[in-house]
């Protein structure tokens, strides 16, 4: 029998996969499941029981979490990243290193092709077969679901009909769940004028009134979380266990799709959009206007490449360089007011502030120049203005 990787994570299109690959083509399935920091100890264990319920061979855990977070979501952050400025690239950048970890698997046991859930109408089968086909050119890959062209209906009633009981409801909703936010899909976000109910979210509101989160950072990354020294994986974790208990970060992302359509999403990101916020206001405080402009630049183009599968591109490492030459000054603390549904930055303590220098205090007082100085500036400061509207008195009815 022929060996095959499937990149697994429980849901519908993977558990179909399962069942069609070993039943109708009959091959030697054995599921990966590449954890990005979306699954607990319990949902793991779940998730492979079920695998071996649906005749999978053998079922591996890979985490990945780390290598996520140093090669990619550290660089978001210090890019500011949010597309379309409003989606935190959460499920589309775990796609490349949820690949690159399927490829090593697949190669430790000798499969000789690897499969994937994804349909044909999403971005997920260009960012998974990409980077199959870059890393890894030699190993086949299947599609059943996208080659097929099946519908959800189409794959719960093949599941039923082999013996698979299941919460069929719940799968009525696309979740997929990662260290850097959760997505939602369902029949509400196929059209432009319904949404998801509150209800779908994986995260419900808990808590009442308001609460401060205290955020550290050093040299651009976070470093404490109210005080407590924690960094990275761990970090992220707990600003996500304390933001959803406020149902923080709920929103619906529309956009550009890789393959040339519009597309709706609904996500819950309470962590990347506390430490994305947070993160952007220190950066205020400590950078340079022309530091700001530039990597807002660098930043779009890194999420851009990064949503769109593009990170074996060699401007991506390029692009990091810079990203990282931006934080030396971004250090400090940020404090942030949650209450349901919201938050608010209320502001920052830094040793590296360039608002704080005894040079002046804006709207109040000014030490480093005087009135005559400014009268002088404003002078030259609009000599362009001047000269082009004296030579074109014609055009002052435009304005």
């Known amino acids: 029998m022929e060996k095959v990787v499937l990149a697994y994570s429980g849901g519908l299109d993977t558990s179909f996969c399962v069942k069609y690959l070993s039943e109708e083509l009959h091959m030697e399935v054995h599921t990966a499941l590449a954890n990005t920091g979306g699954f607990s100890e319990e949902e793991l264990k779940a998730v492979e029981e079920k695998a071996y319920a649906l005749g999978a061979k053998s079922h591996a855990n890979l985490d990945v979490s780390q290598e996520y977070y140093d090669k990619c979501i550290k660089y978001m952050v210090f890019g500011n990243v949010l597309r379309n400025k409003t989606y935190p690239i959460s499920v589309s950048s775990e796609r490349t290193f949820q690949a690159l970890a399927i490829i090593n698997y697949a190669r430790s046991i000798g499969a000789s092709a690897i499969a994937h859930g994804s349909t044909a109408a ?97 040299n651009g990354e976070i470093c404490s979380v109210n005080g407590e020294a924690m960094c990275g994986v761990k970090a992220i974790q707990k600003i996500e266990e304390i933001g959803a208990a406020w149902a923080i970060g709920r929103d619906t992302h529309v956009g550009d799709t890789i393959i040339g359509i519009k597309g709706r999403v609904a996500f819950e990101a309470a962590a990347p959009m506390l430490i994305i916020k947070s993160h952007e206001l220190l950066e205020k405080h400590t950078l340079t206007k022309w530091q700001q402009y530039w990597k807002d630049q660098m930043g779009t183009w890194y999420g851009m490449f990064m949503h769109e599968s593009m990170y074996q591109e060699p401007v991506m490492r390029d692009i990091e360089k810079f990203l990282d030459s931006s934080q030396r000054n971004v250090s400090g603390k940020v404090v942030i007011r949650l209450s349901p549904y919201h938050f608010d930055l209320v502001g920052i303590e830094s040793e590296h502030d360039l608002m704080s220098s005894d040079f002046a205090q804006y709207g109040e007082k000014n030490s480093a120049w005087s009135a ?15 000269i082009y509207n004296a030579v074109n008195k014609e055009e002052k009815n435009l304005w």
């Open 122 to 218: 999403g971005n997920d089968q260009v960012r998974f077969d990409l980077t199959f086909q870059v890393v890894a050119p030699d190993i086949k890959i299947i599609t059943p679901t996208r080659d097929m062209g099946l519908s959800r209906e189409y794959e719960i009633d093949y599941l039923k009909q082999h013996g698979v009981d299941s919460d069929w409801k719940k799968m009525e909703y696309s979740i997929n769940k990662g260290l850097w936010g959760t997505s939602v899909g369902g029949k509400e976000t196929l059209c432009s004028l319904t949404n998801i109910p509150g209800s779908a979210f994986p995260s419900q509101l808990k808590n009442e009134g308001e609460e401060l989160l205290e955020l550290g950072y050093k």
């Open 372 to 386: 005559d100085d400014v009268k002088g500036f404003t002078n030259i400061y609009g000599m362009p203005l001047k």
